[in-house]
Protein backbone atom coordinates (compact mmCIF):
# COMPACT_ATOMS: atom_id res chain seq x y z
CA UNK A 1 0.00 0.00 0.00
CA UNK A 2 1.34 3.68 -1.02
CA UNK A 3 -1.29 5.66 -1.51
CA UNK A 4 -0.82 8.01 2.54
CA UNK A 5 -3.62 10.34 3.04
CA UNK A 6 -4.73 12.64 6.53
CA UNK A 7 -7.34 10.96 8.42
CA UNK A 8 -10.07 13.53 9.40
CA UNK A 9 -10.82 13.38 13.27
CA UNK A 10 -14.06 13.44 15.32
CA UNK A 11 -13.17 15.38 18.64
CA UNK A 12 -17.04 14.33 20.18
CA UNK A 13 -16.07 10.82 20.13
CA UNK A 14 -13.67 10.65 22.84
CA UNK A 15 -13.60 6.77 24.39
CA UNK A 16 -11.06 4.67 26.20
CA UNK A 17 -9.08 2.23 25.01
CA UNK A 18 -6.40 0.19 27.85
CA UNK A 19 -9.26 -1.53 29.79
CA UNK A 20 -10.29 1.99 31.67
CA UNK A 21 -14.03 0.33 32.61
CA UNK A 22 -12.07 -2.35 34.15
CA UNK A 23 -10.04 0.79 35.88
CA UNK A 24 -12.90 0.87 38.26
CA UNK A 25 -12.56 -0.17 41.69
CA UNK A 26 -14.89 -2.62 42.85
CA UNK A 27 -15.69 -3.02 46.99
CA UNK A 28 -17.22 -5.04 48.66
CA UNK A 29 -18.86 -6.90 46.16
CA UNK A 30 -18.91 -10.89 47.10
CA UNK A 31 -19.10 -13.58 45.04
CA UNK A 32 -17.43 -14.89 42.64
CA UNK A 33 -14.08 -16.79 43.37
CA UNK A 34 -11.16 -15.97 41.26
CA UNK A 35 -10.32 -18.22 38.23
CA UNK A 36 -7.90 -16.65 36.18
CA UNK A 37 -7.76 -18.07 32.71
CA UNK A 38 -4.76 -20.47 32.55
CA UNK A 39 -4.28 -20.38 36.09
CA UNK A 40 -3.13 -17.43 36.83
CA UNK A 41 -3.89 -15.67 40.07
CA UNK A 42 -4.77 -12.48 41.01
CA UNK A 43 -3.30 -10.00 42.85
CA UNK A 44 -4.78 -11.17 46.17
CA UNK A 45 -2.52 -8.84 48.48
CA UNK A 46 -0.67 -12.02 49.48
CA UNK A 47 1.01 -12.68 45.65
CA UNK A 48 3.78 -10.21 45.40
CA UNK A 49 3.78 -7.61 42.64
CA UNK A 50 7.50 -7.54 41.94
CA UNK A 51 8.83 -5.12 38.80
CA UNK A 52 12.26 -6.60 39.36
CA UNK A 53 11.69 -9.52 37.44
CA UNK A 54 10.95 -6.97 34.51
CA UNK A 55 13.57 -5.72 32.01
CA UNK A 56 14.83 -2.38 32.75
CA UNK A 57 15.06 0.20 29.73
CA UNK A 58 18.92 -0.70 29.92
CA UNK A 59 19.04 -4.05 30.02
CA UNK A 60 16.29 -4.08 27.18
CA UNK A 61 18.44 -2.11 24.99
CA UNK A 62 21.21 -3.94 25.83
CA UNK A 63 19.63 -7.47 24.94
CA UNK A 64 18.70 -5.48 21.24
CA UNK A 65 22.59 -4.79 20.85
CA UNK A 66 23.05 -8.10 21.73
CA UNK A 67 20.60 -9.20 19.58
CA UNK A 68 21.90 -6.84 16.97
CA UNK A 69 25.64 -8.21 17.14
CA UNK A 70 24.70 -11.27 16.47
CA UNK A 71 21.67 -11.63 13.82
CA UNK A 72 22.86 -10.65 10.41
CA UNK A 73 19.23 -10.00 9.43
CA UNK A 74 18.66 -7.56 12.24
CA UNK A 75 19.34 -4.06 12.02
CA UNK A 76 18.29 -1.99 14.96
CA UNK A 77 17.63 1.62 14.66
CA UNK A 78 17.83 4.65 16.57
CA UNK A 79 14.10 6.47 15.70
CA UNK A 80 14.25 9.46 18.33
CA UNK A 81 14.04 10.10 22.11
CA UNK A 82 11.52 10.14 24.93
CA UNK A 83 10.84 13.15 27.30
CA UNK A 84 14.03 12.04 29.30
CA UNK A 85 16.09 11.63 26.56
CA UNK A 86 16.01 8.09 26.35
CA UNK A 87 16.18 6.31 22.81
CA UNK A 88 13.83 4.95 21.13
CA UNK A 89 13.79 1.94 18.68
CA UNK A 90 13.05 -0.13 16.09
CA UNK A 91 14.17 -3.67 15.47
CA UNK A 92 14.07 -4.31 11.39
CA UNK A 93 14.42 -7.18 9.48
CA UNK A 94 13.99 -6.01 6.20
CA UNK A 95 14.47 -8.95 3.47
CA UNK A 96 13.24 -7.61 0.19
CA UNK A 97 10.62 -4.42 -0.89
CA UNK A 98 8.49 -6.37 -2.57
CA UNK A 99 8.23 -8.15 0.45
CA UNK A 100 4.67 -7.52 2.90
CA UNK A 101 5.32 -5.63 6.14
CA UNK A 102 3.98 -6.06 9.91
CA UNK A 103 4.89 -3.60 12.35
CA UNK A 104 4.28 -4.94 16.04
CA UNK A 105 4.54 -1.64 18.34
CA UNK A 106 4.92 -2.20 22.40
CA UNK A 107 4.31 -0.13 25.30
CA UNK A 108 3.03 3.09 24.61
CA UNK A 109 1.37 2.55 28.15
CA UNK A 110 5.01 2.37 30.18
CA UNK A 111 3.21 -0.07 32.73
CA UNK A 112 1.85 -2.28 30.07
CA UNK A 113 5.47 -4.65 29.92
CA UNK A 114 4.68 -8.11 29.39
CA UNK A 115 3.82 -7.25 25.45
CA UNK A 116 7.79 -6.24 25.61
CA UNK A 117 8.88 -9.25 27.21
CA UNK A 118 7.31 -11.43 24.55
CA UNK A 119 8.84 -9.20 22.09
CA UNK A 120 12.16 -9.31 22.96
CA UNK A 121 11.95 -13.29 23.21
CA UNK A 122 10.56 -13.21 19.49
CA UNK A 123 13.17 -10.86 18.38
CA UNK A 124 15.83 -13.48 19.80
CA UNK A 125 13.84 -16.37 17.93
CA UNK A 126 14.49 -14.48 14.69
CA UNK A 127 17.83 -14.97 14.60
CA UNK A 128 17.23 -18.63 14.57
CA UNK A 129 17.87 -20.98 11.83
CA UNK A 130 14.10 -22.62 12.21
CA UNK A 131 13.53 -18.42 10.92
CA UNK A 132 15.38 -18.00 8.19
CA UNK A 133 13.12 -19.26 5.24
CA UNK A 134 10.32 -17.32 7.05
CA UNK A 135 12.57 -13.98 7.08
CA UNK A 136 12.68 -14.23 3.66
CA UNK A 137 9.04 -13.58 2.60
CA UNK A 138 8.20 -11.03 4.69
CA UNK A 139 9.70 -7.47 6.36
CA UNK A 140 9.55 -7.07 9.99
CA UNK A 141 9.20 -3.92 12.00
CA UNK A 142 9.28 -4.73 15.95
CA UNK A 143 9.02 -1.06 18.19
CA UNK A 144 9.55 -2.07 21.74
CA UNK A 145 8.62 -0.09 24.86
CA UNK A 146 7.65 2.98 23.08
CA UNK A 147 7.19 4.30 26.51
CA UNK A 148 10.64 4.19 28.08
CA UNK A 149 10.40 6.83 30.59
CA UNK A 150 6.75 5.83 32.16
CA UNK A 151 7.83 2.22 32.37
CA UNK A 152 10.84 2.90 34.12
CA UNK A 153 8.97 5.54 36.62
CA UNK A 154 11.32 8.84 35.58
CA UNK A 155 8.42 11.09 35.03
CA UNK A 156 7.06 14.48 36.15
CA UNK A 157 4.48 13.22 38.40
CA UNK A 158 4.04 11.23 41.54
CA UNK A 159 3.71 7.57 41.61
CA UNK A 160 4.31 6.77 45.49
CA UNK A 161 0.46 5.47 45.52
CA UNK A 162 1.30 2.71 43.01
CA UNK A 163 1.35 -0.69 44.17
CA UNK A 164 4.32 -2.54 42.93
CA UNK A 165 7.38 -3.37 44.66
CA UNK A 166 11.03 -3.68 43.07
CA UNK A 167 12.55 -1.08 42.95
CA UNK A 168 10.55 1.24 40.27
CA UNK A 169 7.07 2.34 39.28
CA UNK A 170 5.25 1.80 35.67
CA UNK A 171 2.62 4.43 34.80
CA UNK A 172 0.58 4.22 31.69
CA UNK A 173 1.42 7.94 30.60
CA UNK A 174 4.88 9.59 29.42
CA UNK A 175 6.96 11.87 30.86
CA UNK A 176 4.93 14.85 30.47
CA UNK A 177 1.86 13.08 32.10
CA UNK A 178 0.30 12.56 28.52
CA UNK A 179 -1.59 9.03 27.35
CA UNK A 180 0.49 9.30 24.15
CA UNK A 181 -1.85 6.49 22.41
CA UNK A 182 -4.20 9.75 22.70
CA UNK A 183 -2.05 11.61 20.51
CA UNK A 184 -1.83 9.95 16.91
CA UNK A 185 -3.81 13.20 15.33
CA UNK A 186 -1.81 16.33 17.51
CA UNK A 187 1.34 13.97 17.09
CA UNK A 188 2.91 16.54 20.67
CA UNK A 189 5.49 14.03 22.13
CA UNK A 190 8.27 13.08 21.36
CA UNK A 191 7.77 9.39 21.37
CA UNK A 192 4.81 10.17 18.94
CA UNK A 193 6.33 12.03 16.35
CA UNK A 194 9.52 9.39 16.32
CA UNK A 195 6.83 6.62 15.48
CA UNK A 196 5.20 8.80 12.94
CA UNK A 197 8.43 10.43 11.51
CA UNK A 198 10.73 7.75 11.40
CA UNK A 199 9.02 4.28 11.28
CA UNK A 200 5.30 4.98 9.47
CA UNK A 201 5.84 7.61 7.09
CA UNK A 202 9.07 5.96 5.96
CA UNK A 203 8.17 2.17 5.81
CA UNK A 204 5.50 0.90 3.56
CA UNK A 205 3.39 -1.01 6.28
CA UNK A 206 0.84 -3.24 5.27
CA UNK A 207 -0.31 -4.74 8.71
CA UNK A 208 0.40 -3.80 12.24
CA UNK A 209 -0.28 -4.61 16.03
CA UNK A 210 -0.73 -2.86 18.63
CA UNK A 211 0.42 -4.54 22.21
CA UNK A 212 -1.74 -3.08 25.06
CA UNK A 213 -2.38 -4.56 28.68
CA UNK A 214 -6.11 -4.02 30.26
CA UNK A 215 -7.36 -4.59 33.81
CA UNK A 216 -7.94 -8.31 35.10
CA UNK A 217 -11.64 -8.74 35.15
CA UNK A 218 -12.83 -8.56 31.73
CA UNK A 219 -14.61 -12.16 30.76
CA UNK A 220 -16.55 -13.41 27.78
CA UNK A 221 -18.96 -16.56 28.37
CA UNK A 222 -18.51 -15.89 32.15
CA UNK A 223 -14.85 -16.52 31.69
CA UNK A 224 -11.90 -14.08 32.39
CA UNK A 225 -10.36 -13.54 29.19
CA UNK A 226 -6.39 -13.80 28.49
CA UNK A 227 -6.91 -10.93 25.82
CA UNK A 228 -8.89 -8.78 23.73
CA UNK A 229 -8.84 -7.61 20.26
CA UNK A 230 -10.48 -4.99 18.06
CA UNK A 231 -9.92 -3.95 14.07
CA UNK A 232 -10.05 0.12 13.64
CA UNK A 233 -13.91 1.16 14.11
CA UNK A 234 -13.21 4.51 12.68
CA UNK A 235 -15.15 5.53 9.87
CA UNK A 236 -12.38 7.16 7.83
CA UNK A 237 -11.14 3.30 7.52
CA UNK A 238 -10.91 1.93 4.05
CA UNK A 239 -13.04 -0.99 3.51
CA UNK A 240 -10.14 -2.94 2.31
CA UNK A 241 -7.90 -1.81 4.96
CA UNK A 242 -10.29 -3.21 7.55
CA UNK A 243 -10.56 -6.11 5.78
CA UNK A 244 -6.60 -6.92 6.22
CA UNK A 245 -7.68 -6.07 10.01
CA UNK A 246 -10.45 -8.46 10.75
CA UNK A 247 -7.98 -11.42 8.70
CA UNK A 248 -5.24 -10.15 10.92
CA UNK A 249 -7.48 -10.99 13.86
CA UNK A 250 -8.50 -14.16 12.66
CA UNK A 251 -4.75 -15.49 12.56
CA UNK A 252 -4.44 -13.91 16.14
CA UNK A 253 -7.81 -15.83 17.04
CA UNK A 254 -7.26 -18.94 15.63
CA UNK A 255 -3.51 -19.48 17.09
CA UNK A 256 -4.71 -17.96 20.94
CA UNK A 257 -7.54 -19.00 21.65
CA UNK A 258 -6.80 -22.50 20.36
CA UNK A 259 -4.63 -23.29 23.15
CA UNK A 260 -5.54 -23.83 26.84
CA UNK A 261 -5.21 -21.09 28.56
CA UNK A 262 -5.91 -18.77 25.54
CA UNK A 263 -9.47 -17.17 25.62
CA UNK A 264 -10.09 -13.95 23.98
CA UNK A 265 -12.86 -11.51 23.39
CA UNK A 266 -14.38 -8.43 21.47
CA UNK A 267 -12.74 -5.46 22.88
CA UNK A 268 -14.55 -2.50 22.91
CA UNK A 269 -13.37 0.64 21.47
CA UNK A 270 -13.64 3.88 20.43
CA UNK A 271 -14.12 5.33 16.61
CA UNK A 272 -11.15 8.70 17.65
CA UNK A 273 -8.23 8.60 15.37
CA UNK A 274 -6.15 9.55 18.66
CA UNK A 275 -5.81 6.05 18.88
CA UNK A 276 -3.30 4.04 17.16
CA UNK A 277 -5.40 1.17 16.21
CA UNK A 278 -8.24 3.94 14.40
CA UNK A 279 -5.71 6.82 13.57
CA UNK A 280 -2.61 4.78 11.84
CA UNK A 281 -5.26 2.50 9.63
CA UNK A 282 -6.90 5.92 8.51
CA UNK A 283 -3.63 7.98 8.14
CA UNK A 284 -1.37 5.62 6.20
CA UNK A 285 -3.98 3.16 5.43
CA UNK A 286 -1.91 0.20 7.63
CA UNK A 287 -4.66 -2.82 8.25
CA UNK A 288 -4.09 -2.35 12.16
CA UNK A 289 -5.21 -4.60 15.34
CA UNK A 290 -5.77 -4.08 19.14
CA UNK A 291 -3.91 -6.51 21.18
CA UNK A 292 -5.32 -5.89 24.88
CA UNK A 293 -4.17 -8.50 27.18
CA UNK A 294 -4.61 -8.89 30.81
CA UNK A 295 -3.32 -7.60 33.73
CA UNK A 296 -0.87 -4.87 33.90
CA UNK A 297 2.24 -4.59 35.21
CA UNK A 298 1.85 -1.65 37.87
CA UNK A 299 -0.91 0.66 38.82
CA UNK A 300 -2.14 2.50 41.65
CA UNK A 301 -5.62 0.47 41.18
CA UNK A 302 -4.99 -2.81 42.74
CA UNK A 303 -7.78 -4.31 40.39
CA UNK A 304 -5.72 -3.82 37.38
CA UNK A 305 -2.36 -5.35 37.50
CA UNK A 306 -1.89 -9.31 37.99
CA UNK A 307 0.59 -11.28 40.18
CA UNK A 308 4.06 -12.20 38.46
CA UNK A 309 2.43 -15.75 38.61
CA UNK A 310 0.89 -15.29 35.33
CA UNK A 311 3.26 -13.54 33.55
CA UNK A 312 4.09 -16.68 31.78
CA UNK A 313 1.22 -17.60 29.80
CA UNK A 314 0.69 -13.51 29.00
CA UNK A 315 4.22 -13.76 27.94
CA UNK A 316 3.76 -16.69 25.66
CA UNK A 317 0.33 -14.74 24.40
CA UNK A 318 2.32 -12.02 22.92
CA UNK A 319 5.26 -15.11 20.96
CA UNK A 320 2.63 -17.13 20.00
CA UNK A 321 0.42 -13.48 18.09
CA UNK A 322 3.46 -12.86 16.86
CA UNK A 323 5.22 -15.57 15.75
CA UNK A 324 1.63 -16.98 14.21
CA UNK A 325 1.44 -13.75 12.20
CA UNK A 326 4.33 -13.67 10.89
CA UNK A 327 3.75 -17.31 9.76
CA UNK A 328 0.74 -16.26 8.11
CA UNK A 329 2.41 -13.39 6.13
CA UNK A 330 5.25 -15.32 4.88
CA UNK A 331 3.65 -18.44 3.51
CA UNK A 332 0.26 -16.02 2.33
CA UNK A 333 -2.35 -17.95 4.59
CA UNK A 334 -3.26 -14.05 5.95
CA UNK A 335 -4.75 -13.34 2.56
CA UNK A 336 -7.12 -15.93 2.93
CA UNK A 337 -7.84 -16.19 6.93
CA UNK A 338 -11.56 -16.32 7.32
CA UNK A 339 -12.84 -13.10 9.43
CA UNK A 340 -16.61 -15.03 10.15
CA UNK A 341 -15.30 -15.49 13.67
CA UNK A 342 -15.52 -12.02 14.19
CA UNK A 343 -19.64 -12.45 13.59
CA UNK A 344 -19.82 -14.37 17.06
CA UNK A 345 -16.87 -13.27 18.92
CA UNK A 346 -18.04 -12.18 21.99
CA UNK A 347 -17.64 -8.35 23.02
CA UNK A 348 -15.99 -8.48 26.40
CA UNK A 349 -18.14 -7.53 29.49
CA UNK A 350 -16.78 -6.62 32.89
CA UNK A 351 -16.98 -9.55 35.82
CA UNK A 352 -17.46 -8.83 38.93
CA UNK A 353 -15.50 -10.35 41.81
CA UNK A 354 -14.66 -9.46 45.16
CA UNK A 355 -11.94 -6.59 45.66
CA UNK A 356 -9.71 -8.97 47.19
CA UNK A 357 -9.44 -11.60 44.42
CA UNK A 358 -7.27 -9.02 42.29
ZN1 LIG B 1 -2.51 0.32 26.78
Redesign the pocket.
Known amino acids: MTTKHTGSTNPLLKKL ?3 AAAAALLVGVSGTPASATGNGPDYGGNETINTSILHTYDSMVAELRKQDAKQPALELEVIGQSVKGRDLFVAKYLSNPANPTVLFLT ?3 GN ?1 QLTTEGALEVIKHLGTGRMKNTLKNINILIVPMLNPDGAMGDVNFDLSDYIASGGRHLT ?1 YNANNIDI ?1 RDHVAKTQPEIKALHNNVLSTYDVDYMIDL ?3 GTRSAVDGKLVSGSILYPTTPDVKPEVLEGSKRLGSIVYQNVDATGWGHLGKYVGGTANTIARNGIAAEYDISTLLF ?1 MRGMSDHFNPGSVLGQKSNGYLRQQTILTLESVIKAISDGSVDTADTSFWDSLPEQEYLPGKANDE
Do not use: K, V
Open positions: TCGQQHERNHHQE
